[in-house]
């Protein structure tokens, strides 16, 4: 259900404008607001991953003086609980009942990919700032949908080439069973069986579910060299939490995508010391767009930005390169979409820029949690793209 107390319209909110917008021709379509419906999750084990990307997203905005291509702009929040059988009901809300003009959603991969069922049978603008079920950008790719977060193969890959390059030769992989968990170990498993690695066993439980005993018992039966995991939000925490709590982490490092540390970096303590993650963002990245986001999100929020807020940020600013394309005229889609996906930016994670299925070509790096932070190790894989497998842009 649509909570309208959620709504929130940013029409001439003002705060300092650091990124200076270009010029843009006056049009038509700058007479009225623009509604960006954010279907994210409040609620659940992912709601401060909703939460960091509306965050970034609303300071984007404010940041502009609340108008974007001279549109002041009005976002429509839904929580979508993270429950794929909710997605269709909710996405028809904000298309057909709310009528936004543009389409941001969201963290979970099976909410996203009913979202974007019908975003690409209905051709609105639709930009998709976490979920990284593959499918989005390859089978399901469309020319209204852009990603601008990572592939879960895409980011499980990276990880495979840093624990081959590592000297890792025997992996236990564990997560949860749904789209993210699953093709995040098929795009790991692909890198590291190619530079020799081997996989004892591949351990899933449902989703959200946090009771990892049994699993730990049989981590430590299998003794592998490293494990594999893929988890995020609570759940993430209570795994570092209980791997540490069983001593797992004295003899057998903890690795995954940085979806395992992100956003609970603090809150794991000395259990988290020594997790390796790979990830397309670390929070000391030494760039003026990370030096300057930071410190703007940090003196808006009293905390520190994550991937997420990084991806919400970079949603923005795509679309806006888009809006000012068109000179805020949202329906002129050709040249909207044309101008996002030969956008090339600077993004806080480093060079930003699209493939030719929507998903980001990007930088990968080796991150280790140390007293709560994620320190930069180095890169891990330099502008690596997604397989394109099946896209045909419609
Ligand atoms: C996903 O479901 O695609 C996802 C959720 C959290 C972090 C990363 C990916």
Redesign the pocket.
């Known amino acids: 259900m649509i909570d309208r107390r959620r709504i929130l319209t940013l029409a001439g909110a003002v705060g300092a404008s650091t990124a200076a917008a270009p010029f843009v021709r006056p049009s038509w379509a700058q007479t009225s607001g623009l509604k960006v419906g954010l279907l994210l999750p409040y609620s659940g084990t992912?709601a401060p991953?909703g939460e960091a990307i509306t965050r970034a997203m609303e300071l984007y905005v404010q940041q502009q003086g609340g108008k974007i291509a001279g549109r002041d702009i009005t976002f429509v929040k839904v929580d979508d609980e993270s429950a794929p059988p909710k997605a269709t009901e909710l996405t028809t809300k904000l298309i057909s009942g709310e009528k936004v003009d543009v389409l941001m959603g969201t963290?979970?991969?099976g909410v996203a990919m009913a979202m974007v069922k019908i975003a690409r049978e209905d051709g609105l603008p639709t930009l998709v700032p976490?979920?990284?079920?593959d499918a989005i950008t390859r089978a399901m790719c469309a020319k209204n949908v852009f990603r601008t977060s990572f592939g879960?193969s895409q980011v499980g890959n990276a990880t495979g080439l840093a624990m081959v390059k590592a000297g890792i030769k025997k992996v236990v992989t564990v997560t949860w069973k749904y789209?993210?968990g699953e093709e995040s170990v098929v795009g790991f498993k692909k890198a590291f069986t190619a530079g020799g690695g081997e996989i004892l066993k591949d351990i899933t439980l449902p989703f959200p579910d946090v009771e990892f005993q049994s699993i730990l018992a049989e981590i430590a039966s299998l003794k592998p060299d490293a494990v594999y995991s893929f988890f995020?939000?609570g759940g993430a925490l209570k795994f570092i939490k209980d791997y540490a709590g069983a001593k797992l982490n004295e003899k057998i490092p903890l690795w995954g995508p940085g979806?395992l540390t992100d956003g609970v970096e603090k809150a794991a303590g000395p259990a988290g010391d020594g997790v390796k993650t790979v990830l397309h963002y670390a929070e000391g990245l030494d760039n003026p767009e990370n030096r300057k986001f930071t410190a703007d999100f940090v003196e808006a929020y009293k905390t520190r930005p994550d991937v997420y807020a990084v991806q919400g940020w970079d949603a923005m600013q795509l679309l806006r390169i888009g809006l000012d394309a068109v000179g805020g005229d949202v329906k002129n889609r050709p040249q909207l979409f044309s101008a996002m996906a030969s956008a090339s930016f600077r993004s806080p994670r480093g060079p930003f820029k699209l493939g030719t299925s929507h998903n980001p070509i990007q930088n990968f790096y080796l991150r280790e949690l140390r007293g709560g932070v994620n320190n930069y190790l180095g890169v891990a894989a330099e502008g690596l793209a997604d397989e394109t497998t099946g896209c045909k842009l419609i």
């Open positions: 992912y991953l963290v979970h991969s976490n979920a990284g079920a879960n789209a993210a995020a939000g979806f």
